[in-house]
């Protein structure tokens, strides 16, 4: 095996540091004596690696490759090499760009009868990052002269390696096409290049690959990578219709997709605000083939319908939520609530209150302000005083809009004793009544000729606003 020259900057694996206390002193000499020196320096130390030591230091060597090459050497001496060490040192140099290096390395494992696919994997990965993809192909028409057959596996394993890299599922697509008359394709082939297609946002080729795909190995469940990708590609192609009709007839075929397919979709359709697909979607998945939302899915749906003002089926999904094991949230019931304000369904806002009450779940200190003033705008004051009775009781807070939107509105329907001793409340609890409040206090005070009243308030205020 030739040396490497120099050391190059390399994607180091995530591997913890060292505990073993050999391959701390191996891995120290690695790092800082120069390569020249290294195979005296590791004499020196009297010990005699084991295949575990090896691999461990190689783990740890990425960023040193001509020092890992006189370590291998090394220890190579003492100790026969694992196919796994092997494999090592052939990504070490691959992902340092070392490629004729890494070849010898290779010729070295064909010798010692120690090449598997994964030889070859490591090199396809190392050509593509490097953006040879051409020579990852040309590694790949060579591997039966090493031995290793150019099967499905091999194949998979070089185009995963293409989609890897951006934009380069073309290139992965066109091997592909030389080779699947020879090499016959397996559902993971198709998993691959969906997923490129996917990540691309090619739609055309995606459907070409599905149908290929069907074609070629059928419907089965455990294509399910395959399927969302496919699915999740149309979805973002804004295509939810065909990815709808795509689902009735996977459902036919038991090969509906599963939760992540559901949540990624789902996410895309509530940040485009396209409630009538999300309903199809959620209806086909969930209400017809049991799948199980979370609390998370269920927010965003009930959100995404109460943007559109649809609040039955906000209410659909609130009632159907406990069978999933996703009990409601305060963000479920506020969404709700504030659905049933923006659209002044008051009767149903107020009954609403009092379920959320009873649940233990509060409203937010802006739909209280909201829902007073909503109240107040639709006749029904009662309701209106039992929200800021819940603000007390709560003890909600912020809670001084609440308290102006309540006094405001009784004295614009002319219930002054009830303004002024919510005021006296206000006032003695440390709620500061705004200037506008006031303005529209004194116009409807002194209209009912309750003018003591009014400056009874305002001398409060002020001396509110002094201490």
């Known amino acids: 095996m030739a040396s490497a020259k120099g050391d190059a900057a390399g994607a180091t694996p995530a591997v913890p540091p ?22 005296s320096a590791l004499t020196l130390t009297g010990l005699k690696p084991l295949p575990s030591h090896v691999e461990s230091v190689l783990r740890l ?29 052939v990504d070490i140099l691959g992902k340092n760009s070392l490629f004729e290096p890494m070849w010898d390395a290779i010729r070295s494992m064909k010798q010692e009868s120690a090449l598997t696919v994964a030889t070859f994997a490591s090199a396809f990965g190392s050509y593509c990052s490097a953006g040879k993809i051409k020579e990852a192909i040309m590694t790949f028409d060579v591997m039966d002269r090493y031995g290793i057959p150019r099967d499905t596996i091999a194949v998979n394993s070089l185009l995963s390696a293409i989609c ?21 394709p397996d559902a993971d082939t198709f998993a691959i290049l969906l997923e490129g297609w996917e990540k691309e946002g090619n739609l055309s080729r995606a459907k070409n690959t599905f149908g290929e795909m069907v074609i070629r190995v059928g419907w089965n469940a455990d294509n399910m990578s395959a399927y969302d990708a496919f699915l999740t590609t149309l979805v973002r192609g804004r295509q939810p219709d ?49 799948l199980v939302p979370n609390l998370i899915m269920y927010n965003a749906v009930i959100a995404l319908v109460c943007n559109a003002s649809n609040v039955d089926c906000a209410y659909r999904y609130l009632d159907a939520m406990p069978f999933h094991g996703a009990f409601p949230d305060s963000l479920t019931y506020n969404t709700i609530f504030e659905c049933l304000i923006r659209n002044r369904k008051a009767s149903e806002a107020g009954k609403f209150l009092a379920e959320m009450r009873k649940n233990g779940q509060p409203p937010s200190p802006s739909n209280c302000a909201a829902a007073v003033r909503m109240f107040f705008e639709e006749f029904n004051p009662s309701d209106a005083v039992e929200v800021w ?34 005021a006296d409340d206000m006032i003695d609890i440390g709620i500061r009544l705004s200037s506008a409040t006031m303005e529209k206090l004194k116009a409807a005070f002194y209209k009912g000729r309750k003018e003591d009243a009014y400056d009874h308030i305002a001398k409060r205020v002020k001396r509110h606003e002094k201490r």
């Open 242 to 290: 065909e990815a709808i009709n795509f689902l009735k007839v996977m459902k036919t075929k038991s090969c509906l997709p599963g939760i992540k397919f559901f949540a990624n979709a789902l996410d895309i359709l509530v940040q485009s605000g396209d409630h009538v697909h999300a309903v199809a979607l959620w209806d086909l998945m969930v209400t017809d083939s049991g």
């Open 61 to 89: 060597s990425y960023s040193h490759p001509a020092s890992a090459v006189k370590f291998f050497r090394w220890s190579g001496l003492s100790t026969k090499h694992s196919h796994y060490a092997w494999n090592l040192m």
């Open 18 to 39: 060292p505990t073993d206390p050999i391959v701390r002193v191996f891995c120290d000499i690695l790092s800082r004596v120069p390569a020249g020196e290294i195979e």
């Open 164 to 184: 890897r890299q951006e934009g380069r599922t073309a290139d992965a697509a066109d091997f592909f096409d030389r080779v699947k008359s020879q090499i016959p």
């Open 389 to 422: 009775n819940c603000v007390v009781e709560e003890r909600i807070r912020p809670d001084e809009d609440c308290a102006n939107e309540l006094l405001i509105g009784l004295g614009n329907m002319g219930r002054l004793r009830e303004a002024r001793r919510y």
